[in-house]
């Protein structure tokens, strides 16, 4: 079955960087397109970052655009995201999704990794 695996997250002080990683196995990656989303205490689910199948398409939320970066390599199964210039509102719940190319909804989830930003 297909399986998203995300890691990468931590505590770290306002202005730092960090970089998620998310393996996805279980289903032909390439063909797939990549996004992460994020969810914080009490609020809902919102996207963060995607990237297209052919890496070519990558698509950022507004408070995002400028400071983080997605990235997939096809090889290793694997998409990042680097995140710089991060601040406290950054704290969340990181989560991968995957979904055939070109659909609408992200049927496939990582369980999350957890994202602090310390003023």
């Known amino acids: 079955q297909v399986q998203l695996v995300a890691a990468g997250g931590g505590l770290v002080q306002a202005g730092g960087s960090l970089r998620l990683s998310c393996v996805a196995s279980?289903?032909?990656?390439?063909?797939?397109?990549l996004g992460w989303f994020r969810q914080a205490p009490g609020k809902e689910r919102e996207f963060v970052a995607s990237i297209g199948s052919s890496n070519d398409r990558t698509s950022y939320a507004d408070s995002t655009t400028g400071r983080f970066t997605i990235s997939r390599d096809n090889v290793k199964n694997t998409v990042y995201l680097q995140m710089n210039r991060l601040t406290p509102e950054d704290s969340a719940v990181y989560y991968c999704?995957?979904?055939?190319?070109?659909?609408?909804?992200?049927?496939?989830w990582g369980r999350g990794t957890q994202v602090t930003i310390s003023s």
């Open positions: 999704a995957a979904r055939f190319m070109g659909s609408d909804d992200y049927p496939y």
């Open positions: 279980g289903l032909i990656f390439s063909v797939y397109d």
